[in-house]
């Protein structure tokens, strides 16, 4: 009885304490637990667009972990979420840069953010805010400090580094190649498309019937056009040599310019520049289908008595060949479209396949300087088989031995970035 | 005038070279922009000489008619073709629709332009097949690798061909599927790298060829 009565007591001082607690402020929550380690810095080797967050790996992130990086273009707030992963990716490993321009690993995470998806074109020198965020099962329960950082370009790419000394080889090899053909001449391989130019033409001569030369639906910034400008050279010399009767209809006004000026070289030192005529080179249409039924009019009704289809080529590659095929010419055909090439071997007698197409000009005019770059092709093709062969033995036991960096490091020296 | 014809443009050449391939190299904005204006530089040349073009054009067809070579009925259709395109465009300011209508010129390309092209694309189809022809007769050895190569590749697309591989090949239990899949990504695959490496070293050669100036047909040898 006396314990009731000292609860009856209570209660009062109980029910006049309770409004004391609730006019109480709520307590604050609690802030979030500070990221710690992160840095915000320009992303190194690119143009200036981008920026890269670095931070260390939590040991404690399981499967639920992920995390959010924020990016701001303004002094306070205006955050825009710029990625959102789970905390088993983007590590410093996933950066694609060779050891040589990154030293990230697997114990930290790397995130590069590019400015130009959240921000479009903006100044240089603009400072953006960065922040990340740590979420477990999606609840938020750390951020990081705010930090600030500014993209700028870069001077130069230490990731191509690889591909500079490369460069610098071949040249290296191409001033010896040359040095040494000006000394001494040079061996060079028979290529059978070529020697059938002679062969070709000296037909068109006997037939009296005209030789057509198509440079392909290049443009004179493709490498195949040029090296079917130089083919076109020493043709057009042998044509005017053998008093025969060229046309080569044009895709680009350009490149037909050009040849212009090339045929009419040819003729000039074949000593026969009575023979040249302003109209040996024409344009026939831009328009690829135009131009491959233009060319077929042409072929089917002249009767040519060879065709030269050397240059890029794209679908009309077939629609010209198989026409010339069928009027019995003779035809040549190079190029370096791979997927064009199964047609030409078909439809031709002779084809260049890609690199014998950029020799031809220097083998066609026994040049011992141009000769010269045709040393440093195979120069070239000789380093890629050692690559390829070595390469695959020292990846093979690597791979076998567990030996990881070393691979790594190897698969680096080879990659273009 | 040998300054001019040869000294000055092999300067623009070897100047333009080098600093097109340094600007692999550096990737500041002043190179992202040098690319850029030679770009633009590029189509505004591209431009005036399609007027270029265009005179070689007229003049051929023209010389044609007046002299009433062999086919010349032909060229006619050179500058009937041209009227029937750029008249409408000059009429309708090159707008294909207007007000959700189909103008001159936009009939011009679906009735005409869109059909002939479809055309020609068309004949390609059977000039494949003339060619497959010709490619399947086996001369050698070679030919023989092709054809058997071509013939599973026929073969696996068709659902009769798969029949036919599994009631007599089913014993090796290897479906034409799985064949087709070697073929296409290792001999296909070999021998397309192959190629693809030849030209990248001979295209990095005759850059460098016409970079420092050991090519020059290009602009004439005087």
């Given at each position: 009885?006396?314990?009731?009565?000292?609860?009856?007591?209570?209660?009062?001082?109980?029910?006049?304490?309770?409004?004391?607690?609730?006019?109480?402020?709520?307590?604050?929550?609690?802030?979030?637990?500070?990221?710690?380690?992160?840095?915000?810095?320009?992303?190194?080797?690119?143009?200036?667009?981008?920026?890269?967050?670095?931070?260390?790996?939590?040991?404690?992130?399981?499967?639920?972990?992920?995390?959010?990086?924020?990016?701001?273009?303004?002094?306070?707030?205006?955050?825009?979420?710029?990625?959102?992963?789970?905390?088993?990716?983007?590590?410093?490993?996933?950066?694609?840069?060779?050891?040589?321009?990154?030293?990230?690993?697997?114990?930290?995470?790397?995130?590069?953010?590019?400015?130009?998806?959240?921000?479009?074109?903006?100044?240089?020198?603009?400072?953006?805010?960065?922040?990340?965020?740590?979420?477990?099962?999606?609840?938020?329960?750390?951020?990081?400090?705010?930090?600030?950082?500014?993209?700028?370009?870069?001077?130069?790419?230490?990731?191509?580094?690889?591909?500079?000394?490369?460069?610098?080889?071949?040249?290296?090899?191409?001033?010896?190649?040359?040095?040494?053909?000006?000394?001494?001449?040079?061996?060079?391989?028979?290529?059978?498309?070529?020697?059938?130019?002679?062969?070709?033409?000296?037909?068109?001569?006997?037939?009296?019937?005209?030789?057509?030369?198509?440079?392909?639906?290049?443009?004179?910034?493709?490498?195949?056009?040029?090296?079917?400008?130089?083919?076109?050279?020493?043709?057009?010399?042998?044509?005017?040599?053998?008093?025969?009767?060229?046309?080569?209809?044009?895709?680009?006004?350009?490149?037909?310019?050009?040849?212009?000026?090339?045929?009419?070289?040819?003729?000039?030192?074949?000593?026969?520049?009575?023979?040249?005529r302003e109209d040996?080179?024409y344009?026939?249409?831009?328009?690829?289908?135009?131009?491959?039924?233009?060319?077929?009019?042409?072929?089917?009704?002249?009767?040519?008595?060879?065709?030269?289809?050397?240059?890029?080529?794209?679908?009309?590659?077939?629609?010209?060949?198989?026409?010339?095929?069928?009027?019995?010419?003779?035809?040549?055909?190079?190029?370096?479209?791979?997927?064009?090439?199964?047609?030409?071997?078909?439809?031709?007698?002779?084809?260049?396949?890609?690199?014998?197409?950029?020799?031809?000009?220097?083998?066609?005019?026994?040049?011992?300087?141009?000769?010269?770059?045709?040393?440093?092709?195979?120069?070239?093709?000789?380093?890629?088989?050692?690559?390829?062969?070595?390469?695959?033995?020292?990846?093979?036991?690597?791979?076998?031995?567990?030996?990881?960096?070393?691979?790594?490091?190897?698969?680096?020296?080879?990659?273009?970035? | 005038?040998?300054?001019?014809?040869?000294?000055?443009?092999?300067?623009?050449?070897?100047?333009?070279?080098?600093?097109?391939?340094?600007?692999?190299?550096?990737?500041?904005?002043?190179?992202?922009?040098?690319?850029?204006?030679?770009?633009?530089?590029?189509?505004?040349?591209?431009?005036?000489?399609?007027?270029?073009?265009?005179i070689s054009l007229f003049y051929s067809h023209f010389s044609k008619i007046s002299r009433r070579t062999?086919?010349w009925?032909?060229s006619?259709?050179v500058?009937?073709?041209?009227?029937?395109?750029?008249?409408?465009?000059?009429?309708?300011?090159?707008?294909?629709?207007?007000?959700?209508?189909?103008?001159?010129?936009?009939?011009?390309?679906?009735?005409?332009?869109?059909?002939?092209?479809?055309?020609?694309?068309?004949?390609?189809?059977?000039?494949?097949?003339?060619?497959?022809?010709?490619?399947?007769?086996?001369?050698?050895?070679?030919?023989?690798?092709?054809?058997?190569?071509?013939?599973?590749?026929?073969?696996?697309?068709?659902?009769?061909?798969?029949?036919?591989?599994?009631?007599?090949?089913?014993?090796?239990?290897?479906?034409?599927?799985?064949?087709?899949?070697?073929?296409?990504?290792?001999?296909?695959?070999?021998?397309?790298?192959?190629?693809?490496?030849?030209?990248?070293?001979?295209?990095?050669?005759?850059?460098?060829?016409?970079?420092?100036?050991?090519?020059?047909?290009?602009?004439?040898?005087?």
């Amino acid at each position: 009885m006396k314990y009731n009565r000292s609860i009856f007591m209570l209660l009062p001082l109980l029910l006049a304490a309770a409004p004391l607690n609730a006019a109480k402020p709520a307590a604050p929550k609690a802030p979030d637990a500070p990221l710690l380690g992160v840095t915000a810095a320009d992303m190194p080797y690119d143009v200036g667009n981008a920026l890269l967050l670095r931070w260390p790996v939590n040991p404690a992130d399981d499967a639920d972990a992920s995390y959010q990086v924020f990016v701001s273009s303004q002094e306070n707030g205006g955050w825009i979420k710029a990625a959102d992963f789970a905390a088993s990716a983007n590590k410093g490993k996933d950066i694609d840069l060779p050891f040589w321009a990154w030293n990230g690993g697997a114990a930290e995470h790397a995130v590069k953010v590019e400015l130009a998806d959240f921000f479009g074109e903006f100044k240089p020198g603009t400072v953006f805010g960065l922040k990340v965020a740590a979420l477990r099962k999606g609840k938020q329960y750390a951020e990081s400090e705010p930090l600030k950082a500014s993209p700028r370009g870069n001077w130069f790419r230490l990731d191509r580094l690889n591909n500079l000394l490369l460069l610098i080889v071949i040249v290296v090899v191409f001033f010896m190649a040359v040095s040494h053909a000006k000394r001494k001449g040079l061996f060079i391989r028979r290529i059978a498309g070529l020697d059938a130019i002679d062969e070709a033409i000296g037909r068109a001569t006997e037939m009296g019937k005209p030789i057509y030369y198509c440079p392909g639906i290049g443009t004179m910034s493709t490498i195949s056009t040029i090296a079917s400008t130089f083919i076109l050279g020493e043709v057009s010399k042998k044509v005017a040599q053998y008093d025969s009767y060229i046309k080569v209809p044009h895709y680009d006004p350009i490149v037909m310019t050009v040849c212009k000026e090339v045929v009419k070289q040819s003729y000039l030192e074949a000593g026969r520049p009575d023979s040249y005529r302003e109209d040996l080179n024409y344009f026939v249409s831009a328009d690829q289908f135009s131009y491959a039924a233009s060319v077929d009019g042409m072929i089917s009704r002249e009767k040519p008595a060879a065709c030269f289809f050397m240059g890029y080529f794209m679908a009309e590659s077939l629609l010209l060949a198989e026409v010339g095929a069928t009027t019995g010419a003779i035809q040549i055909a190079g190029t370096d479209i791979e997927h064009q090439l199964p047609f030409f071997f078909t439809a031709c007698d002779y084809t260049l396949i890609g690199e014998e197409l950029y020799a031809a000009g220097a083998y066609l005019s026994k040049e011992p300087m141009l000769m010269s770059a045709l040393k440093v092709q195979d120069f070239g093709k000789l380093v890629v088989m050692l690559a390829v062969f070595f390469g695959a033995i020292v990846l093979a036991a690597g791979t076998w031995l567990h030996w990881d960096s070393f691979v790594q490091v190897i698969l680096n020296l080879f990659k273009a970035y | 005038m040998k300054l001019i014809k040869k000294h000055i443009p092999l300067a623009i050449v070897v100047v333009t070279g080098l600093f097109t391939v340094a600007s692999y190299y550096i990737p500041n904005k002043t190179s992202v922009d040098y690319l850029e204006m030679i770009n633009k530089w590029e189509n505004i040349v591209s431009a005036f000489a399609f007027l270029l073009g265009l005179i070689s054009l007229f003049y051929s067809h023209f010389s044609k008619i007046s002299r009433r070579t062999d086919g010349w009925g032909y060229s006619l259709f050179v500058f009937i073709g041209f009227a029937a395109m750029v008249v409408p465009a000059v009429l309708m300011h090159g707008k294909q629709m207007e007000a959700g209508q189909v103008t001159s010129l936009g009939w011009a390309f679906r009735s005409i332009y869109n059909p002939l092209s479809a055309t020609m694309f068309a004949v390609l189809a059977f000039y494949i097949v003339s060619t497959a022809y010709r490619s399947f007769r086996i001369k050698s050895g070679q030919a023989l690798v092709l054809f058997v190569a071509a013939f599973i590749l026929i073969l696996g697309k068709v659902p009769l061909g798969q029949i036919v591989w599994d009631k007599a090949l089913g014993w090796t239990h290897y479906g034409v599927d799985q064949v087709i899949e070697w073929i296409m990504s290792v001999p296909a695959v070999a021998g397309k790298r192959g190629i693809m490496i030849g030209i990248s070293i001979g295209t990095v050669v005759t850059s460098l060829k016409i970079i420092f100036g050991i090519e020059r047909q290009y602009m004439g040898k005087d």
